[in-house]
């Protein structure tokens, strides 16, 4: 109900099929001049009770000395009829004039809850199926009465201002400079002229409804605030309201017969001290720069859509609004001031999103993308070149305010490397810190006391932490150490923070994650061979240690890496290439032999066939053949079940429900023939695999068969890895280590292995790159020839493709990268990722 006159009762679809219908006829003209002044007096007092307005006919009523009189109101042939209770037809036709005048007003006055026409089906109109399209009548001409006077016309003022947005106010142009509001006078006293324009009007109602305009009654006015659709009425629709409507500019309005104009906008960024800048946006229309008061407007909102006083509507250019949106996205509290310098490597990222800096921050910008040589490396006269190139970048980075990440190929000396930026810059009032795998503790202690003896050496424990030890040195933190010793964090702060195999903190919410975010440090550096070890948002975790906020928010890059990933791809890789310093072994250490890679492909038994059959079938009898649903409904039983199957593809003998009985697996046939010819030849040999129990069965195996052949082992369990590795190195004879890919993938080197054998494919290419370059590394001599055994047809075949496509996406790190891989990504159903191929 809409109140104060009469009481209403209506519906969306009546108020419309009315609207329609006066819209299309000037209805007063059929109505008695007598009657017309009779309605009129009863509109303007007020004197209705109710209005009950239906499809096909308009109930009025009025209640005189308690004698309720009624009117009803019907369409007949294009005009309206008028029937009445009343004994009196002045009184009774007076009642419904009042009445459709009243509909006048409700039209308009409805668009305060519910603008008409919005979303207007062509079936909802009854009951003669009005189409939207017989709302525009033909050019605008002066309408003419039946006695040939012209009518007076209705005139559309339009008005825009940043705060009131476009106002549409309709007015009874009754001379040259004389004219009315039709609405919005609370005497009603624009009834009193005669002769008006009215269908012109109700057209006029219902296109401002069609558009969006919402009617404010008490100022007469149609307004749309909405600025993306203002830009779209004046686009689409003014143009056409012009050819109808005899319409009125005042003041910037008139700005508008030129439509939109395209603003252009960049990111002025001006040096604030070494560290830090100043962002601030600026737009230009053509070559004309707003100023800071019109910046700050358009600034605020959030389509690239707005209106600038003295200049109109403005719009920033299509392809500078997707940039625009992130802008707005990513730059936080609007009240910020000071940045990180190198976020303008985030910002020139970015496609369309022109950052202009000044002359300090170009100078810097200049000194990142070149980096000269600072010279301290040469001191270190055991260092390769490559090696010294890489001290004197990763030092000009840190005196410029940047992190690196050093994602040298393994063997090439990160350690070394690390040790000598330290080593290069002597003075110092904080410690150091690196952080690293337990295994790998040793090694950069070793390295340490060999190479830089100068440099004091503290172990991080539970009985020696860092509130105990005041004077500066380096301490070597194991992950786990770090983690417990999360607490005193908060209290220091260090020189320089290393994470090496940087690549452990992917996960965002692991406890050593946050332990490793939360150090304080003037600089800091990544060491990882494999830094994207499944996909490229592997990155953004390592980023978040280095230089928080380079690669935005974390949920924005998967969402990005998942719809869009070749373009995100690009532009990580754009973001980061200038703080990414990798070289590989066949461009820097020519001098290393090379390693050559082959593949055994292997065949299950009849034993291991009829497991496997059995085992796959019965999976996908339980959990269907739609892998995306089962890894969501079952996931444990999916990896239970994969890893299964793995076992069969090795050895029988693996399964719980086959332990004690004898070994049963071509695989180890395989094995035992390599290693009795490689013995023989005084080789030695690495094998690795997934499953510490085969490598048990194997050394059975082995003993029994080639008892002459020295065997050593490296797994989770050994307690002193040290020994196993120095008696491997140096040992005179043939010999074979038998070691697990987690124990002996990080901190061990191998070099004299002249064999590696990988028994069993893992999901994750990097971590057998990890294995495999403890035996090629600097210093060897001789070729390293690798071998992965590979049961064709089955799930390990499925497990090399799925390593082939990460290795892509890692290799693409300073080219393309593609987006998250995982199993149901490569496979669509449970039968291709399990069933057995024997063709």
Not at 98 to 126: F, N, R
Not at 568 to 580: C, I, M
């Amino acid at each position: 109900m809409i109140k104060n006159g009469p009481a209403r009762t209506f519906t969306r679809n009546a108020v419309e099929a009315w609207l329609f219908r006066l819209s299309d006829c000037d209805w007063e003209r059929f109505i008695d001049k007598r009657h017309l002044q009779m309605g009129r007096s009863f509109y303007r007092e007020g004197v209705l009770s109710s209005l009950d307005i239906q499809s096909t006919q308009i109930i009025v009523t009025q209640k005189i000395d308690r004698v309720e009189t009624y009117s009803v109101i019907e369409w007949n042939e294009k005009k309206p009829e008028i029937r009445t209770s009343s004994l009196d037809d002045c009184i009774g036709i007076g009642l419904g004039t009042a009445g459709l005048y009243e509909i006048e007003e409700l039209v308009a006055e409805i668009h305060q809850e519910d603008p008409l026409l919005e979303q207007l089906s062509v079936t909802e109109i009854e009951p003669q199926k009005v189409k939207i399209e017989e709302l525009e009548p033909p050019k605008k001409e002066p309408k003419q009465n039946n006695d040939g006077s012209r009518a007076v016309p209705i005139s559309i003022l339009i008005e825009i201002s940043s705060s009131n947005g476009l106002t549409a106010t309709p007015f009874w142009q009754i001379s040259k400079n004389n004219k009315r509001k039709a609405y919005g006078l609370a005497d009603k006293a624009e009834i009193e002229i005669e002769n008006t324009d009215r269908p012109t009007l109700m057209n006029f109602v219902a296109e401002s409804g069609r558009h969006g305009f919402i009617f404010e009654k008490t100022k007469g006015i149609f307004r749309l605030k909405d600025w993306q659709k203002v830009a779209s009425f004046v686009e689409e629709t003014l143009p056409r309201w012009k050819n109808i409507f005899s319409l009125k500019f005042e003041g910037d309005a008139q700005l508008l017969r030129h439509g939109q104009r395209k603003l252009s906008w960049e990111i002025e960024a001006r040096s604030r001290n070494k560290d830090e800048m100043t962002l601030r946006e600026s737009f230009k229309l053509g070559t004309h720069r707003l100023g800071s008061e019109h910046s700050k407007r358009i600034a605020k909102t959030r389509n690239g859509t707005t209106f600038v006083p003295g200049h109109g509507l403005v719009k920033l250019d299509q392809e500078q609004l997707e940039d625009f949106d992130w802008w707005q996205r990513n730059r936080g509290d609007s009240r910020r001031t000071n940045w990180p310098r190198y976020m303008l490597f985030s910002l020139f990222a970015r496609k369309y999103l022109n950052a202009r800096p000044d002359g300090q921050l170009a100078d810097w910008q200049s000194a990142i993308k070149n980096p000269e040589k600072d010279g301290i490396s040469e001191k270190f006269s055991f260092l390769r070149p490559y090696q010294k190139d890489g001290v004197s970048h990763l030092n000009v980075l840190h005196k410029l305010g940047c992190h690196g990440l050093l994602a040298d190929e393994m063997g090439l000396g990160k350690t070394i490397q690390t040790l000598a930026i330290i080593a290069s810059n002597p003075k110092q009032d904080f410690s150091d810190l690196v952080t690293c795998p337990a295994s790998v503790v040793p090694v950069w202690a070793r390295e340490v006391k060999e190479r830089f003896p100068q440099i004091e050496v503290q172990i991080l424990n539970k009985e020696n932490n860092f509130a105990e030890v005041e004077k500066p040195c380096l301490w070597i933190a194991s992950y786990t150490q770090l983690r417990r010793h999360r607490h005193l964090l908060d209290t220091v702060t260090f020189r320089y923070a290393i994470l090496d195999e940087a690549q452990l903190i992917k996960n965002p919410k692991a406890k050593v994650t946050q332990a490793c975010l939360s150090i304080s440090a003037n600089h800091r550096l990544a060491l990882s061979g494999t830094p994207i070890e499944n996909s490229a948002l592997d990155l953004w975790t390592i980023f978040r240690f280095l230089m928080p906020g380079l690669l935005g928010s974390r949920k924005e890059l998967e969402t990005d890496l998942l719809s869009d990933p070749d373009y995100t791809a690009k532009l990580l890789r754009k973001q980061v290439t200038p703080f990414v310093l990798r070289r590989i072994k066949s461009e820097v250490a020519t001098e290393l032999p090379p390693k050559i890679e082959n593949e055994l492909p292997c065949v299950l038994n009849d034993e291991q066939r009829t497991e496997y059959r059995k085992l796959a079938e019965g999976a996908i009898k339980e959990h269907g053949n739609n892998l995306q649903q089962a890894f969501k409904q079952a996931p444990t039983h999916v990896f239970s079940l994969l890893t299964r199957l793995r076992q069969v593809c090795c050895d029988l003998a693996l399964l719980p429900w086959r332990e004690g009985l004898e070994p049963s697996g071509t695989k180890g046939d395989i094995l035992l023939e390599k290693l009795t010819d490689l013995a023989s030849s005084g080789s030695k040999i690495i094998v690795f695999s997934q499953f510490t129990s085969y490598l048990s069965i194997l050394k059975k195996r082995i003993t029994e068969q080639i008892p002459d052949l020295k065997i050593l082992e490296l797994t989770g369990s050994t307690r002193n890895r040290t020994l196993p590795v120095e008696t491997f190195e140096t040992f005179k004879g043939p010999a074979v280590i038998l070691a697990s890919l987690k124990a002996a993938g990080l901190g061990v080197t191998l070099k004299t292995a002249d064999y590696v054998f990988l028994m069993d494919p893992w999901w994750n290419p990097a971590i057998e790159e990890q294995a495999i370059d403890r035996a090629h590394r600097l210093g060897r001599t001789k070729p390293t020839f690798i071998y992965r055994l590979v049961t064709k047809g089955t799930v390990e075949e499925r497990v090399r493709m799925l390593q082939h496509s990460k290795k892509e996406t890692f290799q693409k790190i300073i080219g393309d990268m593609e987006r998250p891989t995982a199993l149901a990504d490569h496979f669509s159903t449970l039968e291709d990722l399990v069933e057995l191929n024997d063709s």
